[in-house]
């Protein structure tokens, strides 16, 4: 596996650090690591071309030992805030912030309980090799803040989660996930990421996702309703929308049809101002 040595003369190579620190990956906690430092450049870049600005603050989640956060401070990163709940990594990602004085803080804790917002001022940019289990979690709780103070997310996901979250109506992979990021953000697929990168690999290709903030959401509602009207409706997805959504209401079929949303269409077929129109309708039910 290629690896570039970070230039940066006190800092060793990933496989040294991985070595001398005894660092395993996790099956549990869902790790596995970059040690490419071409291919963390990459995705660092591919971070400063999304949203409106450059590599400025950026908050990395599961850094590990610190693969990305390396790539992201060689392409110019101001300032990285690391987020890391296994303190295996700690020193590690501690001689990473000493090589690159005033550019790293390091936060030890479980990223699902903490909010970036909490951890710098004015916008930044989320940048991440996600471990799997957490991915979809975390992607819902940064989309659901109001309001969005991220610029962009640089995210690694599976691939097919990736597809999940930039299919458009119509396609097999579209889901409640398409409709809650679509309907927020501009998403896109950059580039797909093979399995024998990683250490150790995983059994599926991976793929980075950019996701931008929309000025405003794609039509008006209530994310809270939005979120159980799409997954009443993909909960059931074979199913037509007048049965899938009996769960919601008794009177679905009529509530469809006040949206001129015919009742024997299924989920996959509603566009995103659809699903956000009938979630209008159906706010007051839940």
């Not at 398409?178 to 995983?202: K, Q, R, Y």
Request: hydrophobic content about 40%; aromatic content about 6%; charged content about 25%.
């Amino acid at each position: 596996m290629p690896e570039t040595d970070d230039p940066h003369p006190s800092l060793p190579p990933l496989r040294d650090v991985i070595r001398d620190h005894d660092l395993h990956a996790s099956k549990t906690l869902g790790q596995n690591f970059i040690l490419d430092l071409n291919l963390t450049r990459r995705i660092a870049r591919t971070a400063g071309h999304s949203g409106s600005t450059p590599l400025n603050k950026i908050v990395e989640i599961g850094p590990g030992p610190g693969g990305l956060t390396r790539g992201l401070l060689m392409e110019g990163a101001q300032h990285v805030t690391v987020i890391e709940t296994d303190d295996r990594f700690q020193p590690a990602l501690c001689d990473i912030a000493t090589a690159y004085p005033g550019r790293v803080s390091i936060m030890m804790g479980d990223a699902l309980k903490i909010n970036p917002d909490d951890l710098t001022d004015g916008t930044y940019k989320i940048v991440a090799n996600l471990p799997y289990n957490v991915a979809t979690p975390l992607l819902i709780k940064w989309l659901s803040q109001s309001p969005i103070r991220w610029d962009s997310l640089t995210l690694m996901f599976q691939k097919e989660v990736a597809q999940r979250i930039c299919a458009q109506a119509g396609e097999d992979a579209y889901g409640r996930l398409s409709v809650l990021s679509n309907w927020l953000a501009e998403t896109h697929i950059e580039f797909d990421v093979p399995a024998d990168v990683f250490v150790p690999p995983p059994k599926v290709t991976s793929a980075i996702v950019s996701l931008v903030p929309r000025e405003r959401p794609l039509a008006d509602a209530d994310l809270a309703v939005l979120e159980k009207v799409t997954a009443a409706a993909f909960g059931q997805r074979r199913k037509m929308l007048r049965a899938s959504l009996k769960q919601i209401t008794k009177d679905a079929e009529n509530v469809l049809i006040s949206c001129d949303i015919d009742p024997t269409r299924r989920a996959e077929t509603l566009t995103i101002e659809e699903f956000c129109a009938l979630s209008r309708a159906l706010k007051d039910y839940l």
